[in-house]
């Protein structure tokens, strides 16, 4: 299989100031010499790693959930000659867990904006620049909740799934454009991503599952790199996703309710609220 060398490469980042955005900049500048462009909302996060990066990062504030953001990037990056070679798209954002009846229009609109539609305005926007490198690559990054819907996250599941169908689509739709595309099926990372309605949810889902099974951004982000210089099309990253990958494929009805089992029988009030309501019914 043929190999994937990321040095001296430009890369566009997004979510660049935290969590695995920036553990995989920090990792191609030092690393590969890359020079990365990086976006993200948090201005005073974003500027202080720009800091730190000693020149190699251009950072920009951009809300990637907003269509019209990305055509304003496309001609910043067409106007400074900042073709990149490699597109990451790593923004994400995730609803607090619970049923899809108690969530906002706010919370499920932006959900769906930044996670599945934030890719296409992506692909819409800057594949002209990258048309401009020899070696143009598009890596989605994407979650184990695209293999196997987590229970309390219909609306976040359901949107790493349809960005998992997308990227698949592009996978046929850009060959012939010699364009390499990859989903990443990250497990549980050790970020600030999570949420609960409860206050002590949110500290037991940090500090209590994610702390067991979860991996650090660090390693997660050189992970994700190994699998691109493997050149994979899907990179399956840790135990849980290749767990959770490899049981919905096997038997997908059961996996899914055994999913659902195994959260109810977590200590958390989430969870016991959203099976109350639905036995109730």
């Given amino acids: 299989m043929?190999?994937?060398d990321l040095h001296n490469k430009k890369v566009f980042i997004s979510g660049v100031s935290g969590g695995i955005g920036r553990e995989l900049a920090l990792k191609l500048i030092r690393d590969y010499n890359c020079i990365v462009f990086g976006v993200a909302r948090n201005y005073q996060k974003l500027k202080n790693f720009e800091n730190e990066c000693g020149g190699r990062l251009i950072a920009e504030v951009m809300d990637v959930s907003q269509s019209g953001q990305w055509q304003s990037i496309a001609r910043k990056m067409n106007e400074t000659m900042f073709y990149p070679d490699v597109i990451i798209n790593n923004a994400g954002v995730i609803h607090p867990f619970d049923s899809i009846l108690n969530l906002s229009e706010q919370e499920?609109?932006?959900?769906i904006n930044t996670n599945y539609k934030s890719i296409i305005y992506c692909v819409r926007n800057l594949t002209c620049l990258l048309e401009k490198s020899q070696s143009p690559a598009i890596i989605n990054i994407l979650s184990a909740a695209a293999a196997l819907p987590v229970l309390g996250t219909s609306i976040y599941s359901s949107s790493k799934r349809a960005a998992l169908s997308l990227t698949e689509s592009l996978w046929q739709e850009f060959a012939?454009?010699?364009i390499y595309v990859a989903a990443v099926i990250s497990g549980p990372v050790?970020?600030?991503l999570y949420q609960a309605k409860s206050g002590e949810d949110r500290q037991k889902i940090k500090e209590g599952i994610i702390s067991k099974v979860g991996v650090s951004a660090k390693t997660e982000?050189?992970?994700i790199i190994r699998g691109i210089a493997k050149r994979k099309k899907r990179i399956v990253s840790g135990i849980t996703a290749k767990?959770?990958?490899a049981a919905y494929k096997?038997?997908?009805e059961t996996s899914v309710t055994l999913s659902g089992f195994i959260m109810r029988l977590l200590p958390l009030k989430t969870f016991k609220a959203i099976f109350k309501k639905r036995n109730n019914k």
């Avoid at 499920?108 to 959900?111: E, L, R």
Wanted: proline share 9%; glycine share 10%; no cysteine.
């Fill in 221 to 223: 982000a050189a992970r």
């Fill in 250 to 252: 096997a038997a997908p």
């Fill in 2 to 4: 043929a190999k994937y």
């Fill in 243 to 245: 767990a959770m990958s």
């Fill in 190 to 192: 050790k970020t600030g």
């Fill in 108 to 111: 499920i609109d932006s959900v």
């Fill in 176 to 178: 012939p454009k010699g």
